[in-house]
């Protein structure tokens, strides 16, 4: 079934710090990919998407590329801040239905 | 605005208690959606209504009913919880059914002693 594989972590990374977050789902159709992030206590919040193949989806400094060959949509961020510290989750849309299929979630704390 | 609001953000109830929680958007968006999560988990959907009629039920014990008055007001009733029912339940909306994005509240804390 459709499923979504990311990295869980957790990871501690230092102010600066380049970031990435491996992300990789099974290939049924050409699902739309999503990132939440989720910052202590709160709900989920959209980061960023992408639709179909190629596609990049930016939002703060967050960048993930829908990478169609590698079935993958990793996020990297070029320089994190202590803000950033939260738990993000991949997602894909399971084709032909209302649901969103979630990875398990990577939980970052970024340190001054 | 791309605005989910929930209410109450937190709660306590006994397992003999009956409670409600309430979402609640104004986006004009025809899905919504409750999702349960556990601590260090990700979400786990429970029911969604597509243009305010049931479309899935995740196979929830039926101490949890949804109910969507109108398109921009969905509820989940509790009765006769367990302990192991204590999680954030978080609600969403997206602006049509099938394979659109998702927006999320900021959850209600559910605690059942």
């Known amino acids: 079934g459709d499923s979504v594989t990311q990295m869980e972590g957790p990871v501690t990374l230092s102010e600066e710090a380049f970031l990435t977050i491996n992300c990789t789902y099974t290939?049924?159709?050409?699902?739309?990919l999503f990132w939440y992030v989720q910052y202590p206590g709160e709900g989920l919040q959209l980061l960023l998407k992408a639709t179909k193949a190629d596609d990049k989806g930016s939002n703060k400094g967050f960048e993930a590329t829908y990478r169609k060959e590698t079935t993958s949509f990793h996020l990297e961020k070029g320089s994190v801040q202590v803000s950033d510290s939260a738990v993000y989750f991949c997602a894909r849309a399971q084709g032909g239905s209302e649901k969103l299929v979630f990875g398990k979630g990577m939980k970052l704390t970024v340190n001054p | 605005d791309t605005e989910v609001t929930q209410t109450p953000k937190h709660l306590v109830m006994g397992m003999t208690n009956k409670k409600s929680l309430k979402c609640e958007q104004h986006?004009?968006?025809?899905?919504m959606y409750w999702y349960k999560q556990k601590a260090k988990k990700p979400p786990e959907l429970m029911f969604v209504?597509?243009?305010?009629?049931?479309?899935i039920n995740e196979s929830v014990p039926s101490r949890f009913s949804p109910e969507c008055p109108n398109s921009s007001l969905l509820n989940l009733h509790l009765h006769a919880l367990q302990p192991e029912d204590s999680a954030l339940y978080l609600c969403?909306?997206?602006?049509?059914?099938?394979?659109?994005?998702?927006?999320f509240g900021p959850g209600t804390r559910l605690t059942v002693l």
């Open positions: 969403a909306s997206s602006p049509r059914p099938f394979t659109d994005t998702q927006y």
């Open positions: 986006m004009g968006h025809r899905a």
């Open positions: 209504y597509s243009y305010e009629k049931l479309s």
């Open positions: 290939a049924t159709g050409y699902p739309s």
